[in-house]
């Protein structure tokens, strides 16, 4: 048993440096009667992967994972000569104290493990176990304050009616429509969310707690995609977002599709065709371009708008129904 010290392997193979109990001590330099020893003379210790990972030709998944301060078990695959050691697993505690920095062993000579509140999701004197997976009601993830920083609200529709961006399920309501935002209704019941953070704080949840399974993949600016346990998905990106097609692209809403933008909307295409039982424009006022000129104007109703405007040319243009029918 031992704690990692060093991470960066030369020839990226996924090796550690491993300080091991009762084999090297706590002294990174000599002093007095006890030698020390460098976290550069630790030998590099090969990790043991899953036997469902094939870590051959770039195929598998990661070798790479574990930070400094980990504990972790092995053995030496030479013996007692005790240059070859093997990592075959790490070990989650409750750590009592922080980093003792780089010349004490047996620790995270860089000082960032283990983590500090309140600058991340995690302090000592609590499990290893990720909050989002614990959800104890007082250790609230930095993940679910960010939520509720940037969560969007009073957004309008077309029809008048406002919407929130819905931060918990709920037992109660749907997405925006009242749904629970306090901490214990996030409905997590410890053994069952599966959790995964990387360093950085992107997160992927795979939460199987009965009657609230889900799926959540967040990156650490806040961008998620949620599904609940209903089958309702929540996409939220905080920078821009581009979609690219290199096909037919379908698109099916069984009930109303509401779109709702800050600004313009501005659409290029070959041809359009529309069908619909009904058409209604509500606007103050209407340009189109015909024949290289910009037609402007204002209309006298906003549900099947029909007037005459006038466009730069002086030319009359007439519209019945919210149909330009005749210009000139």
């Not at 020390?36 to 051959?56: E, K």
């Not at 695959?77 to 790490?90: A, K, N």
């Not at 209309?299 to 730069?312: I, M």
């Amino acid at each position: 048993m031992g704690v990692v010290e060093d991470i960066e392997d030369p020839i990226k193979l996924g090796r550690l440096r491993v300080r091991i109990f009762g084999w090297h001590t706590s002294q990174t330099s000599g002093s007095g009667d006890e030698p020390g020893v460098a976290v550069t003379d630790l030998p590099w210790a090969q990790v043991m992967q899953p036997a469902h990972s094939a870590p051959n030709s770039g195929i598998g998944g990661p070798v790479t994972g574990i930070v400094r301060g980990t504990w972790v078990m092995g053995m030496f695959l030479d013996g007692e000569i005790g240059r070859e050691p093997l990592v075959m697993g790490s070990l989650p505690g409750i750590p009592l104290e922080y980093s003792q920095g780089p010349n004490k062993g047996f620790y995270d000579p860089q000082t960032i493990y283990p983590r500090k509140h309140p600058t991340d999701s995690w302090d000592i004197n609590e499990p290893d176990v990720n909050r989002l997976a614990r959800n104890d009601e007082d250790f609230e993830h930095k993940n679910i304050e960010t939520k509720k920083k940037q969560q969007a609200t009073g957004i309008g529709t077309a029809r008048g009616v406002a919407w929130e961006e819905p931060i918990y399920d709920s037992n109660e309501g749907s997405p925006g429509e009242g749904a629970s935002k306090t901490w214990l209704d996030f409905k997590v019941r410890y053994p069952y969310n599966h959790v995964y953070e990387s360093e950085s704080g992107h997160i992927v949840e795979v939460d199987d707690t009965p009657g609230g399974e889900r799926l959540h993949m967040y990156h650490r600016t806040g961008t998620y995609v949620d599904i609940d346990k209903q089958g309702r998905l929540t996409t939220k990106v905080v920078k821009r977002k581009v979609n690219v097609t290199l096909d037919d692209e379908l698109t099916y809403a069984a009930k109303d599709w509401n779109l709702t933008t800050g600004f313009d909307i501005n659409m290029k295409c070959r041809n359009m065709l529309m069908v619909t039982d009904a058409f209604t424009l509500r606007t103050a006022s209407v340009g189109i371009v015909e024949g290289g000129l910009f037609v402007y104007g204002k209309l006298g109703t906003d549900t099947g708008a029909t007037g005459t405007f006038t466009d730069h040319a002086g030319r009359t243009i007439t519209v019945i129904d919210g149909i330009v029918v005749r210009i000139g």
